[in-house]
Structures are given as structure tokens and as C-alpha cells.
């Protein structure tokens, strides 16, 4: 191949040339003075292409944050190639000021506001910020987009006619919609109080600022994941007020560049500003930048709230349900009924959506436009316990909303097995009213914590225990609901019995399988330390003279004897815990108490047979050895023996702190039930 041809391929595949390349590598190392001496020589290759964005030498010019280097690269044009240069967009037709906006300093718009000014006074144009990119973003609405908020205000100050024609793009989503997408509530609050209309605004599907808040519970301290016992007490310990921005707007347009910042002197877009008051560590740093978003979600909740009026429209149905009893049958046949219903349910969902797919689509859509729940009934079912409090406190009456399908608040609550709002509705006085409530499929309470359309895995050490707080659930449920509702049947006829063991059959089988294969492991485990701790009580320490131990007015022997005893009965009892377990009929109510407390009792006597087995160890070691008047060695000897219990510990925490529930409940039990019987004493002793 001719080296002309190699030349003209080469030409062909290339998009940039040398200079463009070198002048891509200075931008790169951002040595921003080399690369505007690639421009001084050729000036009109400033509007060329200089990345596969589209974004010309001045665009990238704006990554350097400094004014005096875009001013210069924009002087370098000719006056009539000036204003191309600053309204040339890239390949999604973002101008100069759509890019500006990552700069932290603002004086970079002002040279792009000065020399547009400049260029007005010869011939009017189109102001730079009015311009959109293809989705229909000005400058002011990408700076909200990106939390860019001291560049937004600055920004604001050089509109012209109406800002609020900026606060929304061409897919009908709004400024405020999309600062609290991309959680920067700081901005989202200082718009809102500029323009108090953008909360009743809705997006493409129909949904409220305040419904989109209530759909983001880990944005709330209440949803917030566990950080740990140390980090929770930082939390609590930072300052709990002057979270607050300061929403001033001078609509003037008075020449103040200080942005709208936190009181603490730090925003979410250009971080802390005070030095003194900056945290020292990053873990600190992270925690109050946490703290900070929470207090600043609830803020933002608070405004919305005040906007906010969706529980006014109220859906109650004209006519009290009446009880649908169930058919007679047997339970065998019963169950047989459940599983084909439940499978012609099926069957006919998979035929509507291979015969009429658009149909279907049209359907949905209907439903979930007239099915859209209100931001307090949203707030109930993603647990977001600041704004159910909120819209309560605020409106009393909000309490009985009911949505279209006949939902309450205590329905989500009960079906998204949120606690907090459970117990939050459970003391408010208009509690007993909501209970009653019958939805649209005829459900009730106690069938909606039946279902598991809704159902997350809780953070518990097994599948046992997962079922057990379901039944906790229904149980909890079951005792506030009147008791004629326990045989009312839903649209498909049954009862939430039926439901419930339908609905967690699946589950039933995996903590059958779960419990027994940890029972036997457990009991093997149990009765191996058994063996050698009955085989340590033979074998004495030192041996002994005429039948009687060596060191036996030794307290270290005392202590050994002691330990190797208890070690000894509380295997044997985990033992039988366990295989008391094994021997049970695993019917699904067993799960709710008697299998889980064996379990963790079990467990609980393994572990400490465990702890005076190693300490057995260690008194057996300094014996042995005769070191009982030194301490130090002493304190090392246990330390080691404690080493592997300790480890231990650790890896099964989870299941200790259900042993630590059971405990509690037990003492809160015996608190109740003894001061009941002294007093039954009491009145008995009066009479006599």
C-alpha cells in the first residue's frame, strides 16, 4: 500500500489532528497556559471540536475555573465570531453557560454575562441563559439539576423577564422535581420558597414533589440503615438545629455574591467553608454530612406538607360492608379450593398478557392513575415516620383519608409492615375508627398482613425468626381488628387464615429445614463439649494422694470444679433443647413462640457451657503449672482462654440479641403479672 494511500486513511479515521491532540493533552494535565498558545496561532479553531462531546476549546476552558483564561480565549475572536462562540452548543446543545455551571466561582459566568452585555449594545440577541439544550434545560435549570446552588442564584440576578419560565423542561418535569431527584435539598428548598407554586406541580406521571419525597425513605433518619452503636452516638451528639439556608433572594439583583449556605457556613456544592468548625475526620465528616441531609429532608418535608391538600379528597363508600362468611367444607378440600383458585388466577393473568398486550398497558396505566395514593398514605407504606407525623399534626383530619381502592393509613402501615407508623396511628384517638376499614377487594387488616405482596426480608439470623415476625404480625393485628373479621372472606373467598398459610407455605418449608439442620448441629456441637468436660471432671488436676486432689484447698481449684460442672449441666440442657426441637410437629404456629424461644435458649446454655469450658481450661492451665501468685501471667492465661469465647460471641451476635428480646419480654411479663398477684393477696387477706 502506497504511503500516500496509509495518509489518506489515516485522515479519514482520525476525528482530531496533531495540534487538537496536543492541545487535548495539555487540557488534561491542566496546564491551562500551553494549551492557550495552541489557539493563539489558528484563533478560529476555537470553534471546532475538541472532545467526542462536541465541546469546543472554550467550553473546555470553563474545567480550568479561571475567568481570566475564558476571557482571554474569548477575546481572541473576532466581535461577530464572539457571540457564535458563546451560544455554540455541543452534541446535546449545551452552551457556554450550561457548562460554566461545575465552576465553582461564579466571576466565570460574570465574564460570560459582561461580554454578552457588551454584544447586546451593538445588536440584540436572545440572552445566553434563556437558550435550552435539547431536553429543554436552561442554564438555570441544569444548575438546579446538579445542586449547583451558589451558581443558580447568581445566575437568577441576570434573568431578564420571568424566572419561573425556566423551572420546567420539556418532559413537563419541574426544577424542584429534579433537585429532589438528585437529593440537593438545599435547593430545592430555596426554590420552593421562591416560587411556593412548584410543590402542586406534577411530572409526566402524575406525581407531586411530596409524593416523590415520600417514595425516598433512606433520604429520612427514620429509614436510615443501622451505622452502628459508636456512629449513633456521634450522630446524636452533633447539633440537632442551624441546619437551616437562608432563603433571602434579591429579586433586585443587587451585586452580593454570597450564596445561600448552611448557617454552619458549608452547602452541599462547594463543602465546608469554615475552617474551625470542619470536623477532623472523615468518619465524623461523613456522619454530619448525613445528619445534615436528614435535616434537610425534613425541612423540605415541612414546606411541602404546608402545600400539600391531596387528603381533602377522600373516597368513602356509602354503605358498610357486610361479613362474607366462607363456605362449609373440609380442610382438605378447602386447600384444594385455595391452590386452584390461586392458579386459575394465575392462568388467566399469563393469557390477557399474550392476547392483548396494549390492553394491558392501557389498563395499568388507568389503575395506577386512578390508583395513586396520596403523599400521607405513600409516606405510611415507605415508613417515613416524618411526614405521617407531619401531615398529622398539621391537619388532624388528614388521619381518615381513604384512597379510591378503599385504603387507609393503617392499611399501608399493616401491609408494608411498617412498625413505627403502627404504633405512631395506634396512639392517636381516631385509631379505633380505621381499624374497621374494608378495601375495595374486600380486605381486611388482618388479610392484608396475610399477604406477602409486600413482604422484605427483616435483618434476622434466619429464616425461623423471619417467620416468627410475620406471626407476631398477624397476632399484633389480629388482637386490635373486632373478632367477627376473623371468619370475613375477601373477593376470592378466604379468610385471612387461609391466606396467611398460603401465602407462607414457602417459607414454612424453609424454616422446617432451617431449624432442624441447625438443632442438629447445634445438639452435635452440645454434646461433644459435654464429653470433654465430663471426661475433665475424672481427670483432676495435679492427681490426687488417698483419693483426695493434690490442690484441694486450692481456690483455683474450686473455681475449676465449679466451672467444669456448670460446663457440664448446661450442655446437657442445650442438649435437650434441642433435641426437644427436633421431636416437635413443626406446625406453623410453632414458630411463633415455642420454637424460636427453644432455639434461643438452646443456644444461649451451648454458649455458656462454652464460656466455663474455656475457663475450666485456664484454671486446669494454672494448676498445672503453679502460678498462682503471679497475676499478671494469670490475667494472660484467662485473656487466651477468653480469646476463642469472645470470637465467638461475635460471629453469632444476631442471635444473642434475640435471646436478649426474649429476656426482656419475660421480665416485662413477670413485672405485669407480680404486681397483679400481690394485690389478688391483698384483697384476699382484707376479707379474711
Sequence with gaps: MAESERESIKEQISMFDEKMISAQRAARRENWREFKKFFEEDRMRLLEPLDLFGNTAIHIATHSNSPNLLKELLEMLPRQERWRAMRMGNCVNNTLLHEIIFCTMVEMAGVVFKLEKELQQEEPYEPLVEV????GESPLFRAAKLGKLKMLKYMAKHVVGDIRSHFVRFDRCSILHACILGQFFDVAIWLLKLDGNLAQHKDMDGLTCLQLLANMPLVFRSQTPSIGAVKNLMYYLLPDEGYEIDDDYDEKGEEEEESVVFRQKTDLESGPLDEAKQPEFNGIGHIWQKKKQHKLAECLAELLVQKDFSWQISFHSNFQPLIVLPI?????DRIKEIQLMKEKRQLVEIAHSRISKPLLKESISEASHFKNYTPLL?????????????????????ISHVSQDEHNVLHMAVKHRQLKIFNLIKRNSAFKSLIHRITGEGRTLLHQVARMEFYKEQRLPGVAFQLQDELRWYERVRRIVPPHYLMHCDKDGLTAKDVLEMEHQDMHKEAKSWIKETAQSCSTVAVLVATVVFAAAYTIPGGSQNGTPVFFGSRVFLFFTITDVVALVSSLASVVMFLSILTSPFE???FYKSLPRKLSLGFALLF????????????????????DNKEWTSILFYCAGFLLVAIFAWMQFPLYKTLQKLVRRLCNGV??????????????????
Design 132 to 135: 435550552r439544550n435539547d431536553s
Design 608 to 627: 455458656f457451657s462454652l464460656v466455663c469450658t474455656m475457663l475450666a481450661f485456664s484454671a486446669t492451665v494454672l494448676l498445672t503449672i503453679r502460678l
Design 378 to 398: 405513600m409516606a405510611a407504606g415507605s415508613g417515613i415516620i416524618e411526614i405521617v407525623e407531619k401531615i398529622i399534626d398539621m391537619n388532624p383530619e388528614a
Design 328 to 332: 362449609l367444607s373440609s380442610k382438605l
Design 588 to 590: 406453623l404456629w410453632d
Design 671 to 688: 413485672k405485669q403479672l407480680v404486681p397483679t398477684t400481690l394485690i389478688n393477696c391483698f384483697k384476699r387477706h382484707k376479707r379474711y
